[in-house]
């Protein structure tokens, strides 16, 4: 089964807890706090792989976590940092935030890589909270979250040329007549069911790469028949091969084909109608086909909402006539033309292994429920609180000072709060207290 577009949900693995521990040796009375910090968490990391041609590995398992970090230990010794979790894809996958709607990365090298959700680094130890004024602290931090998100994966073939056109015009026949690919083909609409790759070699060495995708029909932009599913895949085609059949013998006017397929396409993306197009006249074995090939390159010369004048080859695939002009001319269009970007991917930059970190900002948000409890909400003030071991008096102390800095009080105060009223972080409830 071909499967090119699912939606999958990534956890990066937590930071360890930081540890309260002081030392106990002989010798040493006073020895003072020797709590290690906890390990990073595993980052959830998507890498391609060359050998995978679809994302039928995401049908049935959709949920990816990395491990998190093991706790401080004692003597100021730092818990194990967690595996990374690698995720691999096939070359051509594009990661979008489904949240967002934003292209996290478009994987298109053999060696590209990605950071989707970084793990979250480990709590420190109470070794780092010693001071002159408090030697001995009870005071420690939790892991931090590892970051979750819900990213959906879209695979666009990586193909120089796309072949288009009504069912059972000869996609398939001219894709096996010039490649070594093997399509399914058949005297029937939609013979094939999902799109088909193969190279053509040229005597000089150079090569292409040449997909097929199912037939478009008209609506199909709307999502009839099979063509919403694959239109996606020639976004990345720097030429396109538009196939129509000349031959009359669905008693199909080729002009009128070769223009409802171009507004599928402009409905889909209008910068597709930008890409160079090759008209092939096919199944020029035909009787009538000369004929009704004439008729269609007048219609075309005479057509001005065309943005660049399209080029006709004609070409029968069951005798073979017409594909070696055919091959070379796609050859000397591909030479002339610069590949097209991805929508949604601005630069490369996006594709660093580690990308910057956006600590969150001291912003937070204050409501209030119907049984008056004052809820606080936030990125950092969140955080704040997962890394908040309240098992110390001391932890929780500092968490209320960590509020207070952040103005919190102040906010409280300003929107009536009154010494008694229930406040509420997450699951977490506590009074509020001039």
Do not use: C
Not at 141 to 158: F, I, Q, T
Not at 311 to 326: C, E, F, K, Q, R
Not at 391 to 404: G, N, P
Request: hydrophobic share 35%; charged share 30%.
């Amino acid at each position: 089964m071909f499967v090119d577009h699912v939606t999958i949900n990534v956890k990066a693995g937590n930071g360890g807890n930081g540890m309260v521990a002081f030392r106990r040796e002989k010798y040493e009375p006073n020895g003072g706090p020797a709590g290690g910090d906890g390990g990073r968490g595993g980052s959830v990391i998507f890498r391609v792989n060359q050998g995978l041609r679809t994302l039928m590995d995401f049908r049935y398992n959709q949920k990816f976590k990395a491990e998190s970090g093991q706790k401080g230990g004692i003597k100021g010794m730092t818990g194990r940092g967690a595996e990374d979790r690698i995720i691999l894809v096939p070359q051509g996958t594009t990661l979008i935030d489904d949240e967002t709607n934003m292209v996290i990365a478009d994987l298109v090298e053999p060696d590209d890589e990605i950071v989707a959700a970084n793990g979250g680094r480990g709590g420190r130890g109470n070794v780092h909270f010693a001071t002159p004024k408090n030697p001995a602290p009870e005071l420690a931090e939790n892991g931090e979250p590892g970051e979750e998100r819900r990213v959906r994966l879209e695979l666009k073939l990586l193909a120089d040329v796309g072949l288009v056109g009504f069912p059972s015009v000869g996609k398939s026949t001219l894709l096996a007549a010039i490649t070594s690919a093997k399509p399914k083909i058949g005297d029937y609409h939609f013979t094939t069911l999902s799109p088909n790759l193969g190279m053509v070699r040229l005597n000089d060495g150079r090569d292409f790469a040449v997909a097929d995708l199912p037939g478009l029909i008209e609506g199909a932009a709307s999502g009839i028949g099979l063509g919403i599913e694959f239109l996606r895949h020639i976004e990345r085609t720097r030429v396109l091969l538009h196939l129509i059949d000349v031959s009359g013998f669905e008693e199909r006017d080729p002009y009128e084909d070769f223009q409802k397929i171009n507004d599928e396409l402009r409905k889909y993306d209008p910068d597709l109608l930008l890409r160079p197009q090759i008209v092939v006249a096919t199944k020029m074995d035909l009787p009538d086909s000369k004929e009704n090939l004439e008729i269609l390159k007048q219609k075309l010369a005479a057509d001005d909402t065309l943005p660049t004048a399209p080029i006709v080859m004609a070409i029968s695939s069951v005798t073979h006539d017409g594909l070696t002009p055919l091959i070379e001319k796609t050859v000397e269009v591909l030479d002339q033309t610069p590949a097209f970007p991805v929508k949604g991917v601005d630069d490369l930059e996006q594709m660093l292994p580690e990308p910057e970190s956006t600590e969150p900002t001291d912003h937070f948000d204050v409501t209030r429920d119907e049984d008056g409890t004052w809820v606080l909400s936030g990125a950092k003030l969140e955080r704040l609180f997962l890394m908040t071991n309240f098992d110390h008096e001391e932890s929780t102390l500092r968490f209320a000072r960590q509020l207070r800095g952040m103005g919190v009080d102040e906010v409280l105060r300003d929107r009536g709060a009154r010494n008694g009223d229930l406040v509420q972080i997450e699951d977490f409830t506590f009074e509020f207290v001039e």
